[in-house]
């Protein structure tokens, strides 16, 4: 029954937030902090609606000062309520083309400047990541990636795939990596506490000096600090139930 209910507003929430995000971003539209205010209209009433409790450690990403690249992981669609609570100023995304064809919030997705790319389209792809790193360099914004390319369903870290690393370098701005508690298919939206969530960035990772050469060790340096990282926020929410 209360899942049920639950549905019925995130459903009636989903297009009133949509609604909001289309005239923000047609009041002004590619502005790069309208996806940091999209985030928020999806996220707090969603986390409200579903009463889940998201605990935060991400002052040093948003403190940072430059633009950087963002990795963080990828469980579910839920992401978008759980992670838009700390999208830091002036941040974008990156997404598959298809997306603009979701009715209100591929539009307003569209609008607030993210980056859309056709995966399957190598020139296309390949322009875009040139756009990317003009505006890391030029632009003074950051853009966040989920570096595992589609959601792991909480079954553990994905293979990490190499283009937010290779952005990273071309740029030469550092990497902020964001870790999220395991909470795919842990969640209890039945039950009035919906789940509890932890997130934490991490301390940023250089590039400057670094070269294509350099991918490979960059990559498993931040994919294992993730990983350590995910462990231990699971353990302490582990321990804090028992």
């Known amino acids: 029954m209360l899942f049920t209910l639950r549905m019925s ?6 297009l009133i937030a949509g609604t909001l995000g289309l005239i923000l971003g047609l009041c002004r539209p590619f502005n790069p902090d309208n996806s940091r205010l999209c985030a928020r209209l999806y996220s707090w009433p969603a986390l ?3 009463n889940i409790k998201v605990d935060t450690a991400t002052e040093g990403l948003r403190d940072h000062q430059r633009s950087c690249v963002i990795v963080a992981n990828h469980q579910s669609n839920y992401d978008l309520y759980v992670l ?3 999208v830091p100023k002036r941040t974008v995304s990156i997404g598959k083309k298809s997306l603009k064809w979701v009715p209100f919030f591929g539009q307003l997705y569209w609008l607030a400047g993210n980056v859309l790319i056709d995966r399957g389209n190598a020139r296309q792809a390949k322009q875009a990541m040139l756009t990317t790193t003009e505006t890391l360099q030029h632009q003074d914004t950051s853009i966040w ?3 595992e390319g589609t959601r ?3 079954k553990g870290l994905l293979p990490f795939k190499k283009g937010a690393f290779q952005m990273a370098i071309a740029a030469g701005v550092p990497i902020i990596p964001v870790c999220v508690s395991t909470y795919a298919g842990k969640l209890s939206l039945n039950r009035w506490l919906g789940g509890r969530i ?3 960035s991490l301390p940023a990772i250089p ?3 670094l070269s294509m050469d350099d991918l490979p060790a960059l990559i498993e340096r931040c994919r294992e600090q993730m990983q350590a990282c995910i462990t231990r926020l699971d353990n302490q929410l582990q321990l804090a139930k028992g």
Not at 9 to 14: E, Q
């Open 84 to 86: 838009g609570k700390v």
């Open 198 to 200: 932890r997130i934490e």
């Open 145 to 147: 990636v989920f570096c």
């Open 48 to 50: 409200r609606l579903l």
């Open 207 to 209: 590039t400057s000096g």
């Open 152 to 154: 792991n369903l909480g």
């Open 9 to 14: 507003m995130m459903g009636i929430h989903f």
